[in-house]
């Protein structure tokens, strides 16, 4: 087992064949997504510089567990496009909920990480209504508990570098 990003670094995660998708225009961006399945909806929401490939290995067991499973890729990162607004997680929150509006989604269970979760967590709690169930992890809404500056350790670079070489390849 290589747990220093090492493989990840040279392979990137395998991609998910099949599945439904499509695009969401939406409040300047171009959002891609991905449907796997049939079921209870769970949302698979990825950290920030990366795409929805990085949830790619938790796809098969809740499909095999009966969920519908969707992915997407958060406005300018992996196939989705961006316009020349700041990011923000309340935008961001709104274009997931595009996704599920487009999808007829009224709730869905959202698992995210990092800036993922943190797109869930507003979800959440501006229409708790539409969430069923959260499960976030390695989330920060404020980076003052980050350390300062990043340290940007070799496996650091492995990530970011798999994470330059992926955003390159879906936009292209």
Same mark, same amino acid.
């Given at each position: 087992?290589?747990? $220093?990003?090492? =493989? +990840?670094?040279?392979?990137?995660?395998?991609?998910?064949?099949?599945?439904?998708?499509?695009?969401? !225009?939406?409040? %300047?961006? =171009?959002? @891609?997504?991905?449907?796997?399945?049939?079921?209870?909806?769970? +949302?698979?929401?990825? %950290?920030?510089? %990366?795409?929805?490939?990085?949830?790619?290995?938790?796809?098969?067991?809740?499909? !095999?567990?009966?969920?519908?499973?969707?992915?997407?890729?958060?406005?300018?990162?992996?196939?989705?496009?961006?316009?020349?607004?700041?990011?923000?997680?309340?935008?961001?929150?709104?274009?997931?909920?595009?996704?599920?509006?487009?999808? %007829?989604? $009224?709730?869905?269970?959202?698992?995210? @990480?990092?800036?993922?979760?943190?797109?869930?967590?507003?979800?959440?709690?501006?229409?708790?209504?539409?969430?069923?169930?959260?499960?976030?992890?390695?989330?920060?809404?404020?980076?003052?508990?980050?350390?300062?500056?990043?340290? +940007?350790?070799?496996?650091?670079? =492995?990530?970011?570098?798999?994470?330059?070489?992926?955003?390159?390849?879906?936009?292209?």
């Amino acid at each position: 087992m290589i747990d $220093d990003l090492q =493989r +990840f670094e040279v392979e990137g995660v395998p991609s998910r064949p099949g599945g439904d998708e499509g695009f969401v !225009e939406h409040e %300047g961006a =171009r959002l @891609w997504y991905v449907v796997h399945g049939r079921g209870v909806p769970v +949302f698979l929401l990825h %950290g920030g510089l %990366g795409h929805s490939g990085n949830l790619g290995h938790q796809v098969p067991a809740l499909l !095999e567990a009966g969920y519908r499973v969707i992915l997407m890729d958060s406005r300018g990162h992996g196939r989705s496009t961006r316009d020349d607004r700041p990011y923000s997680y309340a935008l961001m929150a709104s274009d997931l909920q595009a996704v599920m509006d487009h999808l %007829g989604i $009224d709730r869905a269970a959202l698992v995210g @990480w990092s800036d993922g979760a943190c797109i869930g967590l507003v979800l959440a709690s501006q229409v708790p209504d539409r969430v069923s169930g959260v499960f976030f992890f390695a989330c920060n809404m404020d980076p003052s508990g980050a350390r300062d500056p990043i340290e +940007f350790t070799p496996v650091v670079k =492995r990530c970011f570098s798999r994470h330059v070489q992926d955003y390159q390849r879906l936009t292209t």
